[in-house]
């Protein structure tokens, strides 16, 4: 077959059409027999010379078999009128049209020819209603009842458990907001991932804004960025409202972090403005505007090597101010503007300056108190508010926040190398300013030539200033009689007259010094161990004095794993609801003819789900001991929860007496947990009868274990109980260091990934 314009060949039957020029192929017999095409349709197709299957059958006696390939022609043999031919077929290159209509007021006949001879099956139209599905029904038991009932805002916890699109299947609700409501849920395509189920229920916009909304969701679903939360699929409901699907990102959020802490570290806080800006950048080169940017959208992933900061909730939001966001909100915004790659700006540098200060720049109750701020100015500058800040970083934000959007920064990538660039550079000291009474006279120096100064005092004066060293000479501490502002240069103080009775005072005041420092001394040696080599005694140092601030997980140990045991990794596959969004890992290693249930999610917002319970019972069912591991709320480590601590003691005792009969506390006090780890420890007992009338006694314990780390949300939370069946119990000192559940506990190991 050939190209009848750029005469191209190519193998008989491959190909239907040139890839050149598109034009429709013929065969080389066909070309051969080149004919001028006429008839009533030769203007329209002056170009296509073709060989008519007709003509073949009229002057041979059986179809060729050159020709075996060819559409079947219809079968009854009856009067063709011109009208009755589709349209279609006349692009069809085996039917010579303009010879077919040669003569069009006489009849043609069309002989019937032999059905083994067509190879090819008829040409017909097909129907709409007749092509399948694009996708697969996955679970038809989900499908909605009817499309009115999609979703529906009288009842947003009905959602749970229906499928999106024939794939996203509602698992959880996450709560919402002014502009929408968010679900957990699962692919059902992509095995493993966690999506974030969004509804938009701002329904104010006007046909402009959701124009540029569709199509921004658009290019959304083709962008990708490392520190962007991935869009996945969008869509309509019947009734209207719009929903986005994007990744899941289970972490804390900026806003979750100040709240616990009150404000970042700041060259913590530079890395994650710097990520969310380049981000921002990014899409705002892709003619993405976020239009919402404050700290819950903000979430700081540390699952893995490196924190990472990932932007949430793009293209969720016109931009309009609510009661939460109209303080991140850009002026131009809060007059009804419409958001723009400035405002974005902006409100990226509020939440800079919340994280640095634990501040907002501007305060007010509305939007019009807002706007008066914005009218006047940056009032506070971070550097007064921060004292480890340089004063660069005011002249970062004093641009970053300006009023006028062409006054600040042109990129978003501009603002975050700026702010990291300022932080980075170290903090002058300045050097303190004398301090005396504002009625005191200064005194003179008077001194002849050569000889050492003396003071003829005017008046009082008192001074805080440091002591001038003795080394330093004469000359510089008297200066030249100029005023400067070096403490150096000032006149020297008056000379201290010794006398018996201030003499005494000053050794009285040593020996009493000397008292107390030997006091605390003894206190601190009479409690340490005391080592018998080479008869010295071993004295510990006292904990720092800001141990939050230092204090540290210790290092990993390595555990041998104990004979007849299984072992046991927390793991975020098969966990959702509280126990998904407050996972902590941890490892143990359980005697292997124990009971264990799976995770237990938290019944109600007041309750908190178990990540393990297992279990040792008696031959006819009754429980001997019993582990139970949760979480409960932290601040990270174990200073920072001591003010905790006595909530969590009264919450477990309000728990446990409803549940277990004769309930009453034992002790409570901190712990060190497998030598390392510092923990909080209840200890309780109960007791009662049996249905055949034995007495049982319950021995318990609860410890809280924090992470040991700045910034971790969770901590550990350890229930073992163990009751009078159990082996080598007798008492609740026993309970984890007797019997099997004191090698469960000896092996239990907290993760170091936080």
């Not at 017999?29 to 030769?42: E, K, M």
Request: glycine share 8%; net charge negative.
């Amino acid at each position: 077959m050939y190209c009848p314009k750029c005469k191209d060949t190519f193998e008989e039957g491959s190909r239907r059409f040139c890839p050149t020029d598109g034009s429709r192929l013929i065969s080389e017999v066909a070309g051969a027999s080149q004919r001028q095409p006429g008839g009533i349709f030769a203007n329209l197709i002056p170009k296509i010379e073709t060989s008519s299957r007709l003509d073949e059958i009229l002057t041979t006696d059986k179809p060729s078999a050159v020709r075996q390939a060819a559409p079947a022609i219809p079968q009854p043999s009856r009067p063709l009128a011109p009208d009755d031919i589709p349209f279609f077929e006349l692009d069809d290159p085996e039917i010579d049209a303009p010879a077919a209509f040669q003569r069009p007021h006489e009849p043609l006949e069309i002989p019937e020819f032999p059905l083994e001879d067509v190879t090819r099956p008829l040409a017909r139209k097909v129907q709409p209603f007749e092509i399948p599905a694009g996708h697969v029904e996955l679970n038809k038991e989900n499908r909605f009842p009817s499309p009115a009932e999609d979703f529906s805002l009288d009842n947003p916890e009905r959602f749970v458990g229906r499928t999106v699109k024939g794939r996203y299947v509602v698992n959880e609700f996450l709560g919402g907001d002014e502009t929408g409501l968010a679900y957990l849920g699962d692919d059902r395509i992509v095995a493993d991932r966690k999506v974030l189920v969004r509804i938009l229920i701002e329904d104010d916009y006007d046909p402009i804004m959701s124009s540029v909304l569709a199509e921004e969701r658009v290019s959304l679903s083709h962008f990708s960025h490392p520190n962007v939360a991935r869009m996945i699929d969008s869509g309509e409901f019947s009734n209207g409202l719009n929903f986005l699907v994007s990744e899941y990102v289970d972490a804390l959020s900026v806003n979750d972090i100040l709240t616990i802490h009150g404000k970042f570290n700041e060259q913590r806080a530079g890395r994650i403005i710097r990520q969310a800006s380049s981000a921002l950048n990014e899409a705002h080169q892709e003619g993405i505007i976020h239009r919402d940017i404050r700290p819950e959208n903000l979430i700081i992933d540390a699952s893995g090597d490196t924190e990472q900061v990932k932007i949430v909730n793009f293209g969720a939001s016109s931009g309009e101010p609510n009661i939460h966001s109209m303080g991140y909100k850009a002026p131009e915004v809060l007059e009804g503007k419409i958001a723009t790659v400035a405002s974005d700006i902006f409100s990226l540098a509020v939440v800079a300056f919340e994280m640095l200060t634990g501040e907002m720049p501007f305060e007010g109750e509305s939007e019009r108190e807002y706007l008066k701020a914005h009218n006047y100015g940056l009032m506070r500058l971070p550097s007064s508010i921060n004292k480890d800040l340089p004063r660069s970083v005011d002249e970062v934000f004093e641009r970053g926040l300006a009023y006028g959007p062409g006054e600040r920064f042109s990129k978003a990538r501009d603002f975050g190398d700026a702010l990291v660039a300022a932080i980075s550079e170290p903090v002058a000291i300045p050097p303190p300013p004398p301090i005396s009474r504002p009625d005191a006279e200064v005194s003179e120096p008077v001194a002849a030539p050569g000889e050492q100064p003396t003071l003829i005092k005017k008046g009082p004066v008192i001074s805080l200033e440091p002591a001038v060293p003795a080394s330093v000479p004469a000359a510089v501490m008297t200066g030249s009689g100029k005023e400067e502002p070096n403490w150096r240069n000032r006149s020297p103080e008056p000379p201290v007259v010794d006398s018996p009775q201030r003499s005494m005072y000053a050794v009285g005041g040593t020996l009493a010094l000397l008292a107390v420092v030997a006091g605390i001394w003894y206190f601190a040696t009479t409690n340490q161990p005391v080592t018998p080599a080479n008869n010295s005694v071993e004295v510990q140092s006292p904990p720092p004095v800001n141990a939050s601030a230092t204090e540290m997980p210790p290092m990993p140990r390595t555990i041998v794993q104990p004979p007849d045991t299984s072992f046991f990794q927390n793991s975020k596959t098969a966990l959702k609801g509280d126990l998904l969004r407050n996972f902590v890992g941890f490892t143990l290693f359980y005697p292997k003819d124990w009971k264990v249930n799976g995770p237990q999610n938290g019944t109600s917002n007041d309750s908190r789900g178990k990540f393990l319970d297992i279990s040792s019972v008696t031959a006819d069912d009754r429980m001997k001991e019993q582990m139970l591991i949760s979480y409960y709320p932290s601040k990270g480590t174990f200073d920072l929860d001591g003010e905790r601590f006595p909530q969590m003691v009264k919450e477990t005792n309000d728990t446990l007496k409803k549940i277990l009969p004769g309930y009453q506390m034992v002790s409570e006090g901190e712990i060190m947990l497998n030598q390392n780890w510092r923990a909080y420890e209840i200890k309780f007992q109960a007791g009662g009868t049996s249905d055949d009338g034995e007495k049982i006694v319950v021995w318990g314990r609860r410890l809280f274990v924090p992470a040991a780390r700045l910034g971790t949300r969770n901590g550990f939370e350890i229930t073992m109980l163990a009751t009078s069946y159990a082996d080598g119990v007798t008492n609740v000192d026993d309970v984890g260091v007797k019997g099997q559940l004191g090698t469960v506990l000896d092996t239990f190991e907290p993760s170091q990934n936080f």
